[in-house]
């Protein structure tokens, strides 16, 4: 997976810098927005590939596209920070 949250936070994660750079939080949707996409195309191709939460992250992707005018940044937060580090080990082992 291309996407690490330290190409975008640093090492120093921090909530307030994500929450008032407009830039930083669209450039992380976007990323978002493309895993979500590339999930959607893998489990097409193949849907017995293992992903944790595959809906989850499809429908993550959905939100931020069509639901922009709601996206929260807290979840957001959440996601950037729990998930996507499970999401990237998992991967990683599929990968393997």
């Not at 489990?43 to 709601?70: F, M, Q």
């Amino acid at each position: 997976m291309a996407f690490s949250c330290k190409d975008y936070l640093g090492s120093e994660k921090n909530f307030f810098h994500f929450q008032s750079s407009k830039l930083l939080r669209r450039g992380i949707e976007r990323e978002l927005e493309i895993i979500g996409e590339a999930t959607n195309r893998i489990l097409k191709i193949n849907p017995d590939i293992a992903i944790n939460e595959a809906r989850r992250i499809v429908d993550l992707r959905n939100w931020i596209i069509h639901g922009y005018d709601r996206v929260d940044d807290v979840i957001i937060w959440g996601i950037i920070s729990k998930d996507i580090p499970a999401l990237q080990s998992q991967i990683d082992d599929l990968l393997s």
